[in-house]
């Protein structure tokens, strides 16, 4: 391609890039205003008002400028040839309100209480957090805003002297690799959805010309489906692997002693890693409804405790809203799949919640014949009748043409919908708008009740005694799992090759083997067990675990027959499944069964 062809493909990538960026620019000012107005009424006293006050108009007319800047190139357009210098000014005024954010430190840390610090380095924390989703589209901008506001506060925190601070100031330095290392990523993402964009784009002009409007449309969705679940899948995969063993590493050193202070921020920590963790889930299980490689464990089972755990989970956010949330009490049992069921219901309820600004959700039970339908009513902003179908489509939402990450994925009502279809269930929908929707859910009652599952919960987590075998390519998850396993009480080694597996294999046969399906090489963790079986025996038990969403790698995974897991894999759910395979493996040894359960 000719140079001055690939300069115009570039500069067109930036100024989506630079639209992406300053799209996102609204959403920031008032909650800054009133954030930096917060700060000023609580934090400030005799000895810090000027300079407090000073810092809050500073604060305030520096995201004016950025944002009147962002509204004047959008409303005007953005020519290919100002994008460059664009960025220099972004970058200009993005690190200068980094530097005021970080600010905040010297107005307020040498005259506030323990607990106005804490405060303070929250917020400032925070504010870095948040700027990963705003600015990450234009990784320099990011960086300087990062660097400027780390910089100022890692400054200020050095000089106070204090052990303590000095300790926070080295800790905001490895804050700041992670950050770059997460907003690096995700520019990488931003750039390859906006180059994927590009190109269907084109195709999609060159099939209309070659094959005509009808054929092009056809064509168009099929690339963009395969499209988009190729994205996902990498990008899941690629994620998946870092969450999964911060939260192994997060787990261990729950269990180690902490004081008062470091368990909060170990607390924080573990909501941010399970709130990642869930994001990713949503992408799994649209993947695998697409892979069809979801196979429903039919039993009776009690609704009821299902609705309080549901209803335990939503009601404070529902209460943060202002709105009630109250489900109905209900002795029905019904006859299917108790886990997918209970997704099905909190994708339901999370979307009652989201789109419900005054007045209430219900939850409630009724018997029609042999049937029982569970509805969640809700009165929220409702759906127009042409739009009541669309909202059971992949990626589709009500009210966010921005893509606000806070208000989900769109997965939530598909998600619901395919595993209703998988379960032979009957998802309906019914909704005024401006008055609200019902949601009506129709299954089969039964009267039995298996309270297997609820044992399993209720019972502790007890140490096993066996030798384990962990098969992973990647040096940090090896290094969780084998602290999160020895805390458990096993004797375990890892190995990051099937080779490798099988000289330690040799040496000391394993009880069990825990393997990652993608290993390097193209390789397989269904190679790794069947060469470990090939020497200890076709009993060896084995367990998979997997971060591709790929909907082909994950039937080729549930094919094996192995039983299969989806990182991020949660400590108690890697714990009920060594205990489950375990004692199938040893069913005619029942002292040793006994010594396993939970």
Request: one cysteine or more.
């Amino acid at each position: 391609m000719p140079a001055n062809l690939l300069r115009l493909d570039e500069d067109r990538v930036l100024v989506e890039q630079l639209r992406l960026l300053m799209g996102n620019v609204g959403s920031s000012v008032i909650p800054g205003f009133l954030l930096a107005l917060l700060m000023l009424v609580v934090l400030s006293n005799d000895s810090n008002t000027m300079g407090l006050g000073l810092w809050c108009a500073a604060v305030i007319l520096s995201k004016l400028n950025i944002y009147f800047l962002s509204r004047r190139n959008l409303a005007s357009g953005i020519p290919h040839h100002r994008a460059h210098r664009l960025v220099w000014i972004l970058m200009l005024l993005n690190g200068l309100d980094g530097a005021l954010w970080g600010a905040l430190t010297w107005a307020t840390l040498d005259t506030t209480t323990m607990t106005g610090s804490i405060l303070v380095i929250s917020v400032v924390a925070g504010i870095l957090g948040s700027a990963m989703s705003l600015m990450a589209p234009v990784l320099p901008v990011f960086i300087v805003f990062v660097f400027m506001e780390l910089a100022v506060v890692v400054a200020k925190l050095w000089l106070l002297g204090d052990p303590a601070y000095n300790a926070l100031g080295i800790a905001g330095i490895l804050y700041l690799a992670a950050l770059l290392s997460q907003g690096l990523n995700s520019a990488r993402a931003a750039r390859a959805a906006i180059k994927l964009r590009f190109e269907n784009v084109e195709l999609v002009d060159q099939l209309r010309v070659e094959t005509g409007v009808a054929a092009t449309a056809q064509r168009e969705a099929e690339l963009a489906n395969t499209a988009k679940s190729k994205f996902l899948a990498a990008a899941s995969h690629d994620l998946r692997q870092p969450i999964h063993a911060q939260g192994l590493f997060l787990e261990v050193l729950s269990r180690t002693d902490l004081n008062d202070y470091q368990r909060e921020l170990l607390n924080s920590a573990r909501a941010t890693s399970e709130a990642s963790g869930e994001m990713l889930n949503t992408l799994l299980d649209f993947s695998r409804i697409e892979a069809g490689v979801i196979e429903p464990q039919i039993q009776p089972f009690r609704l009821q405790p299902l609705l309080n755990k549901i209803e335990n989970e939503h009601a404070p956010q529902a209460n943060a809203k202002d709105i009630v949330y109250r489900s109905r009490e209900t002795d029905i049992s019904v006859r299917t799949d108790p886990v997918l069921l209970e997704l099905i219901l909190r994708n339901l309820v999370s979307n009652a919640v989201r789109y419900t600004q005054q007045g209430g959700i219900l939850v409630a039970c009724r018997r029609r014949g042999d049937q029982a339908v569970l509805e969640i009513w809700d009165t929220g902003v409702g759906i127009e009748t042409a739009q009541q179908q669309e909202v059971f489509r992949e990626f589709h939402q009500l009210g966010n043409p921005e893509r606000d990450r806070h208000k989900g994925l769109g997965l939530g009502l598909a998600i619901a919908d395919g595993l209703s279809r998988t379960l032979g269930h009957r998802l309906t929908l019914a909704s005024t708008p401006q008055r609200g929707s019902v949601f009506r859910l129709t299954m089969p009652i039964d009267n039995a009740i298996s309270d297997l599952h609820v044992a399993m919960k209720q019972s502790r987590t007890r140490l096993l005694n066996a030798r384990l075998l962990v098969v992973d390519d990647d040096a940090i998850v090896r290094e969780g799992m084998l602290h999160l396993l020895r805390d458990w009480g096993c004797e375990c080694e890892a190995a990051e090759s099937i080779e490798e597996a099988l000289e330690l294999a040799s040496a000391h046969p394993p009880d069990l083997v825990i393997s990652d399906y993608r290993l390097r090489e193209q390789r397989t963790g269904v190679e790794a067990i069947a060469a470990l079986r090939e020497l200890l025996g076709n009993n060896l038990p084995a367990i998979l675990l997997t971060g591709d969403t790929a909907p082909k790698r994950l039937r080729e995974a549930k094919s094996s027959g192995i039983p299969l897991m989806h990182k991020p894999v949660s400590a108690g759910q890697l714990y009920r499944r060594v205990v489950e395979v375990m004692q199938e493996a040893n069913q005619d040894k029942p002292a040793h069964s006994a010594d396993l359960a939970e």
